[in-house]
């Protein structure tokens, strides 16, 4: 499914079903240098129990026209453009990493339309490491890399017999890789540095997260190297309505590691949103 206007055009995946504007909508936004797969499994579920999905390729990303914007405030209002037009009345927005931020973002600039917000693997701020930014920059295969181990459990090796190869020929640590490999080949080197470094220089989470009147779940990998769960602390404090939910043994990368996890997460947090709003 396409949104917005030619030449700025955000894909959305529907979770396999079509889109149902009368239904309960959950809007999934992804981390820096993934795309809408990331969520294949939780959005899917979704799509096919009641909610109507848009699992969201951000700007410059897989299907969505580019080129990536260079901060999360522009991310937000670029996505925020292209949902206006839909009927759905309110969404829930559920976002990974620096989709995190940019479901702070873009609730601030729209909370008539928020019912609720999803926050996963986040941080306050979302720093990054000099060095890291700069592998981004001048070596990104070696960054990619880097990136690729952080983001899961310590001691999940590449060849485990399980959760990191759930089944014959499958593996969840090569196949992060190959996303983000995929990302830069489909849509250019310039991604992964412009994503790290708008999570780097977004400040305004904390101040974002203090104008929302909506619940506000989070979900934490209790092994999540990118984003421990004490960097979430500073949102969580700030939060009116928040609700916690730390997944144990789970990394960074966790509707991978922990897909039942994040599902149940996600879905008892929608059934509640969803519910106040009917009620």
């Known amino acids: 499914m396409q949104l ?86 309110r969404w829930l927005l559920a976002g990974h990493s620096m989709g995190s931020l940019i479901a702070l973002e873009m609730a601030r600039r729209q909370p008539a339309r928020t019912a609720g917000v999803a926050l996963l693997g986040t941080a306050a701020p979302m720093r990054v490491s000099d060095a890291l930014l700069a592998a981004t920059r001048d070596d990104p295969a070696a ?45 250019g080197p310039q991604v992964l540095p412009t994503d790290f470094a708008a999570c780097n220089a977004y400040g305004g989470a904390v101040e974002a997260i203090r104008s929302l009147d909506c619940p506000t779940l989070f979900v934490l990998g209790s092994r999540d190297q990118m984003t421990p769960p004490k960097s979430a602390q500073p949102l969580i404090a700030a939060a009116s309505r928040p609700q916690v939910v730390t997944l144990a043994a789970t990394g960074h990368a966790m509707m991978a590691e922990n897909p039942e996890g994040v599902r149940r997460a996600l879905a008892d947090f929608a059934q509640q949103v969803f519910a106040a709003l009917a009620a």
């Open 143 to 187: 960054a990619m890399r880097m990136i690729n181990v952080w983001s899961h459990s310590p001691g999940l090796a590449p060849f485990a017999a399980r959760p990191g190869c759930p089944a014959p020929g499958f593996s969840i640590v090569w196949q992060n890789l190959r996303l983000m490999q995929r990302v830069t080949a489909v849509n």
């Open 4 to 89: 917005g206007l030619p030449g700025r055009g955000i894909y959305a995946y529907t979770g396999g079903r079509p889109f149902d504007p009368s239904a309960p909508c959950v809007v999934f936004l992804h981390g820096a240098q993934h795309d809408h797969s990331v969520w294949i499994l939780q959005s899917r579920w979704l799509a096919h129990h009641g909610c109507a999905v848009l699992a969201l390729d951000l700007p410059g990303h897989g299907r969505s026209e580019g080129p990536a914007e260079t901060s999360v405030e522009a991310i937000a209002a670029r996505v925020a453009d292209a949902l206006q037009p839909l009927p759905n009345p």
